[in-house]
């Protein structure tokens, strides 16, 4: 079945330092991905959709400037955390949609721990 | 906007009891509606899912109906089990290439 990569599945890193995350679709051709954000128990809040070849659309409150989307071919989108800041650790989820199957395919996370 | 709203958990059941998880969706249009399952330490997966009113979604002894009038979309279960044990997300996605907005999630846990 369909496969969605995320990488580091985990990262620690000092504040102030960029930290950046891969999305990778494995075995489909995903247009757009999305980002997502889920702090301890709550729910998922969507940062950003993805296209590819275009610029990312971020929504209300997230900072593009801070968190860089990038989505230069149909199997990556990267995720960049610019200058990271403690209140920046969280778990980040990306999906990808794949057009044929009608569906989201979600990673597997990546829990970013900012020291 | 779109929202989701899902009941609070966490929520603990003894082996093979019946398992509801309300959920309802405030949208404008007709959305699909679906419910995600997160195992621990995983990612997220479609549980389930129904594109239309009266729909019913089914996978793995879950259902869930797609009730237009009453804006819902309950996720239940006859017998859970304890591989059951995990974080069930009700989500909505108002066209084919529109985000999915995610209710808060609610914890389940199943004990033997």
């Known amino acids: 079945g369909a496969v969605v990569s995320q990488h580091p599945s985990r990262v620690i890193c000092k504040s102030g330092t960029s930290v950046k995350i891969e999305c990778r679709s494995l075995?489909?051709?995903?247009?757009?991905m999305f980002w997502y954000r889920q702090f301890p128990k709550q729910s998922l809040m969507l940062m950003a959709t993805?296209?590819?070849?275009?610029?990312?659309?971020?929504e209300q409150g997230v900072e593009k400037d801070k968190f860089l989307i990038n989505h230069a071919s149909l199997t990556l989108s990267t995720l960049t955390v610019t200058s990271a800041h403690p209140e920046d650790s969280s778990f980040y989820i990306c999906?990808?949609?794949?057009?044929?199957?009608?569906?989201?395919?979600f990673g597997s996370g990546t829990q970013l721990s900012v020291l | 906007g779109n929202s989701v709203t899902q009941m609070e958990g966490p929520v603990t059941l003894s082996e093979e009891a019946f398992l509801t998880i309300n959920c309802t969706y405030t949208?404008?249009?007709?959305?699909?509606l679906f419910w995600y399952v997160q195992y621990p330490g995983e990612g997220l997966q479609l549980l389930l899912k129904?594109?239309?009113?009266?729909d019913k979604g089914s996978n793995k002894g879950f259902e869930a109906t797609y009730r237009k009038e009453t804006t819902s979309f309950h996720l239940e279960k006859g017998s859970v089990q304890v591989s059951d044990s995990a974080v069930y997300f009700c989500?909505?996605?108002?066209?084919?290439?529109?985000?999915?907005?995610f209710g808060p999630g609610t914890s389940l846990s199943v004990i033997p």
């Open positions: 129904a594109t239309k009113a009266d």
């Open positions: 075995d489909f051709q995903a247009t757009t």
């Open positions: 949208a404008t249009g007709y959305p699909s």
């Open positions: 993805s296209n590819e070849g275009s610029k990312a659309t971020y």
């Open positions: 989500a909505l996605r108002e066209t084919s290439y529109d985000k999915v907005i």
């Open positions: 999906s990808a949609h794949h057009r044929g199957l009608e569906k989201l395919f």
